[in-house]
């Protein structure tokens, strides 16, 4: 499938600063990024611009108000309005403008609270997402619900992807709103420059989880739009099974943090076990293959040159 232009919408944020080189270098001029300071997505007048300004016949569509389990908690409402408008003004959009094919990515969280690790894409609709962060997980879920209300209506050919526990440059280091391992990459560098002697962790480290560089899952994006065409969501992550605490090792010993860790057995270790199966995606022959120290590496140089100089937007 070509494409004469294809929009990225929220490419101003972590994983649209990852996938927009990525689809430069493929399809050169005839991508455009977008972020909330050009089109205010969740204004239908605004869907419509960007539709009249560009006339796309593909769109990847990554705009989305993200946050933290903190922001999560205290803004639900907030997550919910915005990410339903976000997701249904812009697939009644592109099935009104017949675009050839709509991206869309939604959050692992959307899985139920419940499911079985590894989590394969057969268990979404099997229970009730963790509550704290429902309002978003379930308005980004609303992207299923439309990809095949779509697909049956209008013939819109739309794909789900759903990466993982994605970590890289660019990502979001705010104390408030970020994801554990930009967390505990700050934590360390700034235990690390302000000489302390230890990092108190909560819980044993024994839970398990998966982390997929981010730069992986962008190279993905090029076989969604060309190739993918199906009503079935695909898990996207790298397979691999990392403990807290040998992640939190890692970065501290990444980081050139000195001090003593100190696990607080008495904070919760939250869920034990959360890992994506990534067998359908295996059988579509796809992988993001970048080892965790290599991703980390990249992602603390990344930190801790932009920590320094804050040459490159980064999100403290
Ligand atoms: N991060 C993850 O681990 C993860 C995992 C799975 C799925 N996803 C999905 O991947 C996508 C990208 O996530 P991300 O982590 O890159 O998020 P992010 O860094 O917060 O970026 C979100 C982007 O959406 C734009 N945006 C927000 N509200 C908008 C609005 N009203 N109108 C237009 N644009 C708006 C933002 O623009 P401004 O910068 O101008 O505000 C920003 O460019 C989202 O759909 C998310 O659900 C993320």
Not at 1 to 15: A, Y
Not at 118 to 123: A, L, M, V, Y
Not at 229 to 248: C, Q
Not at 280 to 307: A, H, S
Request: hydrophobic content about 40%; charged content about 20%; glycine content about 8%.
């Amino acid at each position: 499938m070509t494409f004469q232009k294809i929009v990225v919408t929220g490419s101003s944020g972590f994983l649209g600063r990852h996938l927009l080189p990525v689809l430069k270098a493929r399809y050169g001029d005839a991508v455009v990024g977008v972020s909330r300071k050009d089109y205010d997505l969740m204004d239908v007048h605004q869907v419509r611009r960007l539709f009249d300004d560009h006339q796309p016949d593909a769109v990847v569509h990554l705009a989305a108000y993200v946050g933290g389990i903190g922001a999560n908690r205290e803004f639900p409402a907030a997550f919910f309005y915005r990410n339903i408008l976000l997701t249904a003004l812009m697939f009644e959009a592109a099935a009104e403008r017949r675009v050839k094919k709509l991206v869309y990515p939604m959050g692992g969280c959307s899985y139920p609270a419940n499911a079985i690790s590894p989590i394969d894409e057969n268990q979404m609709w099997t229970g009730y997402p963790q509550k704290e962060s429902a309002p978003y997980s379930l308005a980004k879920k609303m992207g299923l619900v439309a990809m095949n209300a779509y697909r049956q209506q209008h013939g819109l050919s739309s794909v789900v992807v759903i990466p993982g526990n994605m970590y890289g440059e660019f990502d979001n280091f705010r104390y408030q709103e970020s994801h554990v391992v930009p967390a505990l990459i700050r934590r360390y560098y700034e235990a690390k420059l302000s000489g302390a002697p230890s990092v108190t962790a909560w819980g044993t480290g024994c839970a398990t989880r998966d982390f997929v560089y981010a730069g992986d899952i962008a190279a993905l994006f090029p076989f969604f739009l060309e190739e993918y065409d199906s009503d079935e969501p695909v898990n996207l992550s790298s397979g691999t099974t990392t403990s807290i605490r040998e992640l939190t090792e890692l970065i501290r010993s990444l980081t050139g943090f000195r001090g003593e860790i100190v696990w607080d057995t008495t904070k919760p270790d939250g869920q034990l076990e959360k890992i994506f199966d990534v067998s359908r995606m295996k059988r579509l022959g796809l992988e993001c293959p970048t080892p965790l120290e290599v991703g980390l590496r990249k992602t603390i140089d990344w930190f801790v040159q932009n920590y320094e100089h804050r040459t490159d937007g980064i999100r403290l």
